[in-house]
């Protein structure tokens, strides 16, 4: 059975979805330009290819280990500094929310200062607010410094990819994104883990700085190493263009249904991980903050899942292999109202499956179900799941602390119902629109 949408469309977005999409927003004209050089491109043989992958895969720890830094340490914060729960949370909406809004305003900053320069300034920049996080006064302090903080994290995932796309031969740039997502892949999990194990021991503010010192030593690394850009590509998507292309894709009702998927899925993914700890160290568990971040582990069936679901959509199409993620999603939640660990981590995975299997699919059809300006279908993709993430840590928040965890299962319920309403009014193949050519 032929789809319009085969398994190498999707395959191309499958390991850890949510950061290689967000990094495409400025490679359709990066890539056109490097076909058109011939010389100077990074190889595996040359030294500067080796510094390159090294100073990524740093670049990629040192943010990622900020981002969700404070989702393991919700209660703590709560407590520490006498604060709602959910006031706590929103240490991770304001920051995904920055991160949401600076994607496309740094990937077109990169393309008139450069790559290396934004990749630069806004490692540094996170990185340094990541040291003085512990030294926040009050809750406000620290929610604020967040916010800025997501700003600057932006600049990475906007432009690392489409340096690779400038730098790299094309023969081996799958290599080096597999690199530079591994390193984003230990950041993100070193985050969570790392600073429910140290906050047991030592308290919040600690594990915050210890994490903040972390990513300012891969940022040193990443300066260091970091080979020039060389010669610029020849054409930059103009302003006037990009406002005109992301006003064709806002204008897109299919787009517009693939980016609400997106959203739901990440809704019900956000909100359970973030409520997850309140959860686990109050009564009847009592779990310590070590015990905690051991849960966030379970995200890694992610990295088994996405690799698989090109192949699973490529054989039942799109649409069903939406609804098959939202009703994991939807039993996953169910299972995790049990009062059993055990079945809590049954639900969280069954969770995790479900929504890696309708993010893939639901970013790979963004990109996919477009024939021209794909990247930036993607990058409106990425702002729209970070707001999504944003809104779910808040909402779930309040919900857990109003109604319990049933109330939490509720809301996910009616995310995952939507999403499968929405599902099921796409078109049975995904074809791509023939937009203007706007480059």
Known sequence: MHHCMDNRSIDHWTHLQHLLTVAAMTNDTATASTNRRSTGLLVPTDPRYRRAMVALF??????????????????????????????????????????AIGLIPMSSLSEIVGRVPVMTASIFTAASIGVLLPLSPNAW???????????????????????????????????????????NSIGGLGSRFLA????????WRIALGVLGFTSMACAVVFRLLIPGEGARPE???????????LGLHLRNPLLLRLYLLGALFMVVFGAVYTVLGFRLEADPFGLTEGAV??????????????????????????NRTLLAGAALAAVG??????DSLVSIAIGLSIVTAGFF?????????????????????????????????SVGATVATATFHSHGWNGVTVLCLCCMALAAIVALTLPRKVRPTENEDLS
């Open 58 to 99: 740093s670049a990629g720890v040192s943010v990622f280990l900020l981002l969700y830094v404070t989702q393991g340490l919700l209660p703590q914060l709560a407590s520490g500094l006498h604060v709602t729960p959910v006031i706590a949370s929103l240490t991770i909406s304001a920051t995904t929310a920055g991160v």
């Open 293 to 318: 971040g051991a849960f966030f582990l379970i995200y890694l069936v992610g990295t088994v899942i996405s690799p698989r679901v090109g192949r699973v959509a490529g054989k039942i199409g799109v």
């Open 333 to 338: 939640t169910v299972v995790t109202r049990a």
């Open 141 to 183: 302090w620290l929610i604020s410094l967040r916010a800025v903080q997501g700003l600057a994290l932006a600049g990475l995932p906007a432009t690392a990819m489409a340096y690779l796309a400038d730098r790299v031969d094309p023969r081996y740039t799958t290599a080096a994104i597999g690199i530079y997502l591994s390193g």
């Open 235 to 245: 054409q930059r998507l103009t302003p006037r263009a990009l406002v005109k292309t």
């Open 357 to 389: 299997t309708g993010h893939v699919v639901a970013s790979a059809s963004a990109s996919s179900s477009v024939s021209t300006a794909r990247a930036q279908a993607s990058a409106l993709y990425l702002t729209v799941y970070y707001v999504a993430n």
């Open 196 to 203: 429910g194990m140290v906050s047991e021991y030592a308290g």
